[in-house]
């Protein structure tokens, strides 16, 4: 039983490069999140989707792509780096409804822009 | 708008003792989810706990309870006999539709 999976663990980027933080789930969860945590402080909403096909804004959205073709899986791209994005990331699973019990979290990606 | 809201940025407790952690929550949404994480110095989010809005009982899991006051928009967690593994930041966190918000946080240490 895997949960939540986030490939790289760590990643250096140069300012200006992109990449494509991965987050897989094999729990067949319709909703999927992801999360940003700046040291000190609690995880903020980037992305989210409710389900193949269907994402939206969280709060802090600017400088980040997503898609949803897939039930598993809830890519993260990085369109062109900037140190303010230096930060760890985490991508969430939960069940669908109004109401899900419990969002699994990944490990965490830790992500450092030079 | 939701929000949510943690006002003890860090506590000490002795161990064997309980610990309240507060938090406090706005949301227009009339269905919603209160969730408590536990965060240890080596960056795993762990659920602990979960209360829904239209639920009766307060939740308990373990020695974790939760203390929810919907017409307060409150809902603390208790930690009963704090051990030595408790030491860690914990969150609350109000969920609807997918998506979580987050307090910024309480920064708990058990001492012996």
């Known amino acids: 039983n895997a949960g939540v999976t986030q490939t790289p663990k760590f990643q250096v980027l140069k300012t200006g490069q992109s990449m494509t933080l991965q987050c897989a789930q094999d729990?067949?969860?319709?909703?999927m999140s992801w999360y940003r945590q700046d040291p000190g402080m609690g995880l903020r909403l980037i992305h989210y989707?409710?389900?193949?096909?269907?994402?939206d804004q969280g709060e802090v959205p600017n400088g980040y792509n997503v898609s949803r073709s897939t039930t598993e899986d809830f890519p993260l791209r990085l369109l062109s780096a900037a140190p303010s994005q230096t930060s760890v990331y985490f991508c969430?699973?939960?069940?669908?409804?109004?109401?899900?019990?419990?969002?699994?979290f990944g490990s965490g990606t830790r992500l450092t822009v030079v | 708008a939701q929000k949510i809201t943690q006002t003890q940025p860090g506590m000490f407790v002795q161990e064997k003792e309980a610990v309240t952690l507060d938090c406090t929550y706005d949301?227009?949404?009339?269905?919603?989810?209160l969730f408590w994480y536990k965060q240890p110095s080596s960056g795993e989010m762990i659920f602990l706990i979960y209360?829904?809005?239209?639920?009766?009982q307060n939740a308990t899991e373990g020695r974790y309870s939760l203390n929810f006051q919907k017409a307060r928009k409150s809902a603390n967690l208790v930690i009963s006999a704090s051990q030595l593994g408790d030491s860690a930041m914990y969150f609350c966190?109000?969920?609807?539709?997918?998506?979580?918000?987050f307090g910024a946080g309480t920064q708990v240490v058990v001492t012996p």
């Open positions: 969430a699973s939960s069940e669908g409804g109004a109401r899900p019990y419990g969002y699994t």
């Open positions: 729990m067949n969860h319709e909703y």
């Open positions: 989707s409710v389900g193949a096909g269907i994402t």
């Open positions: 949301t227009s949404d009339p269905s919603y989810g």
């Open positions: 209360q829904g809005s239209y639920d009766q």
């Open positions: 966190a109000l969920g609807s539709w997918g998506k979580l918000q």
